[in-house]
């Protein structure tokens, strides 16, 4: 089922209805959910997939309170839900190993991974491996979890239909912001060849520079890496029954439609 089968919805089109909707390829389903804190997209997400009963519900992040607040929220609007919580620190890999291996305990497979997490920064931060934080987070924690769990996801694909067995990353327009800077992806100021260098940036995407760092070029540089592992999973397991989105939450217009201020809604607000 697309869009293309309800022409009625658009951007106003709330996730209770379209989950309503897409009943079917939720109810029964091992699903997981990273980054979920309230009044977020992940929370808003988790609701809706617990409104169509699924067999089990993950939600992996970082503080665990959050975690509890969320859960609260969905067991009083549907008590009967199998809500399931992990401590997952994608600025670790330590800590993304460790929630890989408590989700295996948990279910032999996984339906539906859902990579929401992000982190968007002005500050120059880095991982415990020392890859720069947005890049780090945003699109190698969510490899490395998903590469993971990659016997879960290929256990649920061979009994589901091709295509029911999902990875979905969320991205942003902030991807035209920056292709993956290969050669110096720590922003610590090595050349780079000309493809690999953003396109001229509107003023507002200059503010908040530390040497040659720059936040929203990191930010539009996990965003293309979060686009580019869809395409990559696609390729490597379509014949398996696996298959991978890459998805843009929503945005808000400060400028023509054609320009780089088309930004993602709350674009420095991301809850992790």
């Not at 009083?76 to 330590?94: F, G, K, R, W």
């Not at 293309?224 to 929503?250: D, M, Q, R, W």
Request: neutral net charge; glycine residues 6%; hydrophobic residues 40%.
């Amino acid at each position: 089922m697309s869009i293309l089968t309800h022409p009625e919805w658009n951007q106003e089109t709330g996730g209770l209805a379209v989950a309503k909707a897409l009943s079917e390829q939720i109810n029964g389903k091992t699903i997981l959910i990273t980054g979920v804190s309230p009044e977020s997209i992940g929370s808003s997400t988790a609701l809706s997939i617990a409104s169509q009963s699924p067999f089990l519900l993950l939600l992996a992040s970082r503080t665990q309170s959050k975690l509890d607040a969320v859960t609260k929220s969905i067991k009083d609007a549907y008590p009967n839900v199998n809500v399931q919580t992990i401590a997952l620190d994608l600025m670790s890999q330590d800590s993304v190993r460790e929630a890989a291996g408590r989700i295996a305990e948990l279910t032999p497979r996984i339906d539906i991974i859902i990579n929401n997490a992000a982190l968007m920064t002005l500050k120059h931060q880095f991982t415990v491996e020392g890859i720069e934080a947005q890049f780090g987070a945003n699109h190698i924690g969510h490899f490395l979890l998903t590469n993971l769990l990659m016997p879960q996801l290929l256990a649920a694909a061979k009994t589901n239909a091709p295509g029911l067995t999902r990875v979905v990353n969320l991205t942003s327009l902030g991807h035209r912001l920056s292709p993956i800077r290969f050669h110096d992806y720590n922003f610590e100021g090595k050349d780079i060849p000309s493809e690999e260098q953003h396109t001229p940036l509107p003023p507002m995407f200059t503010k908040g520079q530390e040497g040659a760092y720059n936040g929203y070029i990191s930010y539009g540089q996990a965003k293309t890496a979060n686009i580019l592992f869809s395409v990559e999973l696609n390729k490597l397991l379509n014949e398996k029954g696996i298959v991978s989105y890459a998805v843009h939450p929503g945005c808000k217009f400060t400028a023509p439609r054609d320009s780089l201020f088309l930004t993602r809604r709350s674009y420095l607000d991301r809850p992790e």
